[in-house]
């Protein structure tokens, strides 16, 4: 087994086997003037097929084609991840925070070696989840979905992933230690924080890099996506076992079918991002907002004339009261969209105006 080492980050297996059976109704024959006796049920049953675990060695055998390696870019900053193939034509399932922010991603296929241009085609912020195309892609390996219903703890599980970015994908073996878990993370490259619920845990050393990729069981079926662990780059007698979260892999399917079916919601967003060019906060003083704190330059915003400190009252003709009600609104957007908006500037003043949302990367 490949040693694994990294920094300090927080960042599952069973096969239904169902016994087929026969159902044989014995009915006496009935003599006029005699009462019937009741029919007699019986019931046989074949016992389920044993489930044969596989060795460790034939695990990554079978998972490691179906998994790309991803690079995403993002001004002078790079992330490396791991994402899971869904489809023959470059469908693949990640980390919504691997690919948060980039304006460049690519993408190596470990079953032929070969590197893509990746589109986002949703994702969802809040569950930590997106969806990509890999550009041109066709007859690639598919990975095996299995379910996370069945888990239990005890379960053995294997994480995949590209450790470290090294660009190879490296087994962590490891057994189901909990499930239902909710886990506030942080993101290395931005700091920026998140609350998952309903994870996974696992005591496989899931490392950065790692995120995205496939967690699966004992046949080698996907059953969740790794997401966060608490990786120390050098481990000895007093680390801290090792702690480690994936999405269960019924709820991220839900929200690759969403995607897939040009669903958006409140958390899931479809197609390019539409890009307004402010960063915001809550304003709790009447009249309540969302108050720009930044704005990016030759962006809608700016066009616009929003500037520090003025309070966004009105976007689409839909009140905000806070910065989540912006962000709300924003996600049932579309670049290309025409929005009135109506603020407060800096001074107190009512203004409003209209501007065209862009697309940007994926927030």
Known sequence: ???????????????????????????PSLTPGTVASPP?????????APVIPL???????RVIPTVVTITATAGFTTTAGTGIVLSPDGVVLTNHHVISGASDISAVNLSNGLIYDVDVLGYDSVHDLAVLRLGGASDLPVA???????????????????????GVAVPAPGTVTNLGVTVDTRNSTTGSRNQLKGMVEVDADIRPGDSGGPLVNSVAEVVGVNSA???????TDTSPAPQSYAIPIDDAM????????????????VGPTPVLGVAVKDHRNPPTGAEVVAVNYDSPAEHLGLTKGSVITSFAANPVASSADLTRVMSTHRPGDRIDVNWLDADGVARSGSLILVPGPPR
């Open 1 to 27: 087994m490949t040693e694994r080492r990294s920094r300090r980050l927080w960042w599952a297996a069973a096969v239904i086997a169902i016994g087929g059976g026969t159902l044989a109704w014995a009915a």
């Open 40 to 48: 007699v049920v019986v019931i046989t049953t074949t016992p389920p």
């Open 55 to 61: 060795p460790p060695e034939e695990i990554t055998a």
């Open 144 to 166: 095996v979905v299995g379910t996370s219903a069945t888990l239990r703890r005890g379960d053995t599980v294997t994480a995949i992933g590209n450790a470290e970015g090294g």
């Open 229 to 235: 662990g608490n990786a120390v780059s050098e481990r």
């Open 254 to 269: 839900t929200v690759v079918d969403q995607v897939l079916g040009g669903q958006s919601t409140e958390t899931v967003r």
